[in-house]
């Protein structure tokens, strides 16, 4: 296992300390993107009071109040300087200042818009595929009609082949009948 070492960055009234095996490993627990030891904003700490408890837990990120809550109370009243604006006064200023900025300054002029595309040649190739499936629509209907004779036709056609083939084998039957009869007898007179 690596040894770690335990690194710290201010968050807001805390530092955060996080025992990691490297700064990009600290970045990665803090959720940092930028590199907060190059710019000098994070740092590895070797005050044994204050890596026991991030050493405890690696990679879990320690929050610790920087300072007791009146001196940072009390670090907020900072004395007024002489001559010194409130902060009041240089947000009116800054508002004055962007006002005049934007009436002097000319807004530059957009360039004109593009005449609006023509849509002819859409509006043909729509109404095209409109046509083309209405006489779909026509040459489908034509079919099934043509279908529905051609069924009803074939209906009668079987109907009619049925009939002529029950009377034929009624025929069959009778005339075999006869025939039979006609051996059994012949063959008696033997």
């Known amino acids: 296992m690596p040894k770690l070492k335990v690194y710290r960055t ?9 025992a990691a095996s ?12 930028a590199d907060l030891f190059a710019r000098g ?20 990120v320690i929050r610790k109040l920087r300072g007791t809550a009146d001196e940072q109370l009390e670090a907020a009243k900072m004395p007024k300087r002489e001559g010194a604006r409130s902060r009041d006064d ?25 005449p609006l595309p023509n849509r002819a040649a859409l509006d043909a190739a729509e109404k095209a595929i409109e046509e083309a499936r209405s006489r ?22 079987d109907a009619a082949h049925e009939e002529e083939v029950g009377h ?13 009869k006609a051996m059994r007898l012949w063959n008696s007179k033997r």
């Open 10 to 18: 201010p968050i807001g009234f805390h530092d955060a300390y996080v």
């Open 22 to 33: 490297s700064q990009k490993a600290a970045l990665q627990a803090w959720g940092s993107d």
């Open 41 to 60: 904003i994070a740092e590895v700490v070797t005050d044994e009071a204050l890596t026991t408890e991030p050493l405890a837990s690696p990679g879990v």
């Open 90 to 114: 240089q947000d009116e200023e800054s508002d004055q200042r962007r006002r005049s900025r934007s009436a002097v300054t000319p807004k530059a002029a957009e360039p004109p818009r593009p």
């Open 136 to 157: 779909h629509d026509d040459d489908d209907r034509q079919w099934r009609k043509r279908q529905e004779a051609l069924d009803r036709e074939r209906r009668q056609i």
């Open 168 to 180: 034929l084998t009624e025929d069959v039957d009778r005339l075999r009948r006869a025939y039979d």
